[in-house]
């Protein structure tokens, strides 16, 4: 048992739960319908393990950097040893490329190119993650792009043609593409101790808390209003704009309030933020999958 706990720690809870909601929603989108099959749970766990794969190497290498900024993940704390945090990163990555297999090799070379973005992110010898701009476009390349516009394709034809996409699709990538921007400069904010030391160019550490805390606020708002705008002008054939206006609306108020009442400087304060950021990350999946049902 204590070995599941650390394994769930391993692979940052926040970042699986997100990456299930999403995946899981995409497929709700795509089929406009609750029935799953084999195909869905098939890509969710590609997806899965590739997302531990991703936050599992991160840690592997960035083991010093944790010990400032996370001392209680797994790695940084002791709770797994580095052999089998090793062991982890590869079954991880080996399950979900045989799992891509099996759903082509369209597919395969989708979540290989998460896979490489992922794992360039951390890598030493290239280390998206050493300034704010690469860190930040890996994000939202990642979260952003490929995750809505790859799952929703193979999900509604399997084809991954871009001339399919519905404008609905596009609106939703360009919020979390927004949204990703923010996951890029938030989750910075507590780490800027450990940034500083090892010479990490964070936007933190670039411009200062409250510079890095604002823009990131003003990012994500001008996704809700985008997603407002859009739900109140157009008619959608996919969704029902009506539903999705006042849902959306309301998540952005609890947005405004959530960022009013942090004050970015405390770390706790800002943990606590992020972790509301990571709910509301996932409501906003889980309006437009209702969108398309009610």
Not at 90 to 97: G, H
Request: net charge positive; aromatic share 14%.
């Amino acid at each position: 048992m204590k070995f599941l706990q650390s394994l769930w720690k391993f692979g940052r809870p926040h970042t699986v739960i997100g990456s299930a909601v999403s995946v899981t929603c995409l497929y709700i989108i795509a089929n406009q319908s609750l029935e799953f099959h084999s195909v869905y749970a098939l890509a969710l766990v590609a997806a899965l393990a590739t997302n531990f794969f991703i936050t599992g190497y991160n840690q592997f290498v960035d083991v010093e950097l944790d010990k400032i900024t996370k001392p209680n993940l797994p790695l940084a704390s002791g709770e797994l040893s580095r052999s089998q945090g090793r062991n982890i990163i590869v079954i991880s990555i080996l399950i979900a490329l045989l799992s891509s297999i099996l759903l082509g090799l369209k597919f395969l070379f989708f979540i290989l190119t998460i896979s490489v973005i992922g794992f360039l992110y951390s890598w030493k010898n290239v280390y998206f993650k050493k300034h704010h701009i690469s860190a930040a476009m890996a994000i939202l390349v990642v979260r952003g792009v490929l995750v809505n516009v790859g799952f929703y394709l193979f999900f509604k034809n399997g084809n991954f043609d871009l001339n399919q996409i519905p404008v609905d699709i596009w609106i939703l990538t360009l919020f979390v593409v927004l949204f990703s921007l923010g996951i890029a400069w938030f989750k910075d904010i507590p780490d800027r101790k450990g940034d500083g030391t090892l010479k990490i160019q964070s936007l933190v550490i670039r411009y200062g808390v409250k510079r890095a805390f604002n823009l990131g606020i003003a990012t994500v708002l001008v996704g809700y209003t985008t997603v407002s705008l859009f739900a109140a002008l157009s008619d959608s054939e996919l969704l029902n704009t009506k539903f999705l206006f006042i849902g959306n609306s309301i998540a952005g108020l609890i947005f405004i309030a959530l960022a009013f009442l942090t004050k970015p400087e405390h770390r706790g304060a800002i943990q606590r933020f992020y972790k509301g950021f990571w709910v509301l990350f996932a409501l906003e999946y889980l309006l437009f999958a209702l969108a398309t049902l009610v």
